[in-house]
């Protein structure tokens, strides 16, 4: 293969010219192409003329460029078979539909014209001498060049929308609106083609007061508490922001939401992006802004929900005249052993948001036996111990994943591992993990609290029961766990105090 790039150009600086693969003919032929070719310029790009003596050489020549926008193809008197075995190789084998394929046939095929336009997926038919003054050649060769850049925009485009269905697919999987907002800034970049040195934001603004999601680049370093609240007095400053006018345009969606908030995605990507850039860039933000709505909604579920549990959970510790943040403090240590024990965050946050229930069965049990300062007759220990399947029975029924966890830990979380536990006498792991964790969230957290009965226990004293207790009441790998990590438990024990016990 021979490259021939335009009169005074350096061969080293190819890569803004269209390429062009002639094939056959001599290397004169393509030095005398590429002189007649000097001066022209299509959309602003120079040529840059390749030569193949075979269609051998041309296969090599097409399998290593991968934007040649003509080629010419010249058919003499030695037959047409091989050349049209090429066309078949370029659209089907290499499944290239964007290159225009021109024939320069010998006079002797002029009649075979309407046959291979027909029969094979050619452009341009031109019999040899049509060609021969740069004018005519120019006139082909705009033609071929315009019908190429025509195609290859029109698949980008298509690859495009391919591109921002799959993104925005994509971000239904975020777990939170920080992780939705991240991912929507990366896409965003690729839809507007951004440099390196692009910067973007997305702001969500609640209450006349801006948070930030997700910021990339030199908005990372904004102070998003000195903003406005009004967004035209925002977007000006984000425009401005770093020190000096951009000269190319930004790109900005704005989005009031249904829950109350309005975002806004900000974009500045060190260049002007294309009207079809904006477009699409837009369409994704659109598709995009659905998902942000359910996520909000979501949340805005899930934290009433939560409310709802803590307060189930409450009422049974109120009656009971226990400590108010105990439930809260069980789902703290509850998830924090969970992911001790390496079960997946979205496993943990489950088994929080369940175990606050644990003693939902206590609302069965009357004031007499839940506050009685002595120690409960056996008779009245067999009433307290009934708790358990009371709450089981309360929350079974239910198909909801929190409301089964919880179901589980309220049956269960007296078991004990050894055995000689209520209401069932499991042991082992036929109490389930989540009853087994609960019951040491529990245990420790009654031992270190007052209650009605008893002061709370000495630190060193509780270390020592649950040494001795390891195998015999509690799990001894997640005793073990609890044990070694004991310090972040004690943090979330100071983070929820009824009063300072240690």
Request: hydrophobic fraction near 40%; include cysteine; charge should be negative.
């Given at each position: 293969?021979?490259?021939y ?8 600086t ?23 070719l ?31 926008a ?5 058919l ?12 078949d ?20 095929w002029?009649d075979?014209e ?6 094979y ?6 019999v ?22 025509d ?14 269905a799959?993104?925005s697919?994509?971000v ?5 609106l ?8 990366r ?9 390196s040195?692009?910067?973007?934001l997305i702001l969500?603004?609640?209450h ?12 990372a ?9 009004e ?5 000006p ?16 969606f ?36 659905a ?7 979501r949340?805005?579920i ?12 409450e009422?049974?510790?109120?009656r ?11 789902a ?8 001790k ?7 943990a ?12 069965g ?5 004031d007499?036996?839940?506050n ?10 067999e009433?307290?111990?009934s708790?358990?399947?009371s709450?089981?029975?309360?929350l079974k ?13 309220a049956?269960?979380?007296?078991e004990?591992?050894?055995g ?10 036929e ?8 019951a ?11 209650r009605?009965y ?15 207790e390891?195998g015999?009441?509690f ?5 073990d ?5 004991l ?11 009824d009063?300072?016990?240690?």
């Amino acid at each position: 293969m021979n490259r021939y790039p335009g009169h005074g150009e350096d061969s080293t600086t190819t890569e803004t010219e269209w390429s062009i693969l002639v094939i056959g003919g001599g290397q004169d032929e393509a030095m005398l192409l590429s002189r007649l070719l000097a001066d022209f310029r299509f959309e602003g790009r120079g040529i840059r003329v390749l030569h193949a003596a075979g269609t051998y050489e041309a296969r090599l020549v097409l399998e290593e460029e991968q934007d040649i926008a003509v080629v010419m193809m010249e058919l003499d008197a030695s037959g047409k078979r091989q050349l049209l075995d090429l066309i078949d190789y370029i659209r089907q084998a290499l499944m290239n539909a964007a290159v225009r394929i021109v024939v320069v046939a010998d006079k002797k095929w002029a009649d075979d014209e309407e046959e291979i336009m027909f029969n094979y997926d050619v452009n341009n038919f031109r019999v040899k001498g049509e060609l021969d003054t740069a004018s005519k050649l120019k006139s082909a060769l705009v033609g071929s060049l315009r019908a190429y850049r025509d195609f290859k925009k029109t698949e980008d485009e298509k690859k495009s929308l391919e591109y921002v269905a799959l993104s925005s697919s994509l971000v239904l999987n975020a777990g939170s609106l920080e992780m939705l907002a991240q991912d929507v800034l990366r896409h965003l970049a690729s839809i507007l083609n951004t440099q390196s040195c692009y910067g973007g934001l997305i702001l969500q603004r609640s209450h006349r007061r801006w948070r930030r999601l997700a910021a990339i680049g030199k908005y990372a370093e904004l102070d998003v508490s000195a903003l406005p609240w009004e967004l035209e007095s925002v977007l000006p400053q984000l425009r401005e922001f770093g020190g000096n006018l951009p000269t190319h345009e930004s790109f900005d969606f704005h989005s009031p939401s249904v829950a109350g908030t309005e975002r806004l995605i900000f974009v500045d990507p060190c260049r002007t992006p294309s009207d079809w850039e904006y477009y699409l860039a837009e369409s994704y933000c659109a598709n995009t802004d659905a998902v942000f709505e359910n996520l909000e909604l979501r949340h805005e579920i899930e934290s009433t929900q939560k409310e709802i549990i803590y307060t189930l959970g409450e009422i049974a510790e109120t009656r009971s005249q226990e400590t108010g943040f105990h439930v809260k403090r069980v789902a703290e240590y509850t998830k924090l052993l969970a992911l001790k024990y390496g079960l997946p965050e979205e496993e943990a946050n489950l088994l929080a948001l369940a175990s606050p229930m644990h003693d939902i069965g206590k609302v069965g049990i009357s004031d007499s036996i839940l506050n009685k300062p002595g120690k409960l007759t056996l008779e009245e220990y067999e009433t307290m111990k009934s708790h358990a399947i009371s709450g089981y029975e309360m929350l079974k029924h239910s198909s909801r994943p929190i409301l089964k966890t919880a179901a589980i830990i309220a049956l269960q979380h007296h078991e004990k591992y050894g055995g000689g536990g209520y209401p069932q006498g499991l042991s082992g792991e036929e109490i389930h993990l989540y009853g087994r964790i609960t019951a040491i969230a529990d245990v420790f957290d009654a031992l270190a609290s007052d209650r009605v009965y008893k002061k709370a226990w000495p630190l060193s004293e509780i270390i020592d029961l649950f040494h001795q207790e390891k195998g015999k009441h509690f799990d001894p790998s997640l005793t073990d766990l609890f044990l070694e990590h004991l310090e972040e438990f004690l943090e979330i024990r100071a983070q929820y105090a009824d009063e300072k016990v240690f």
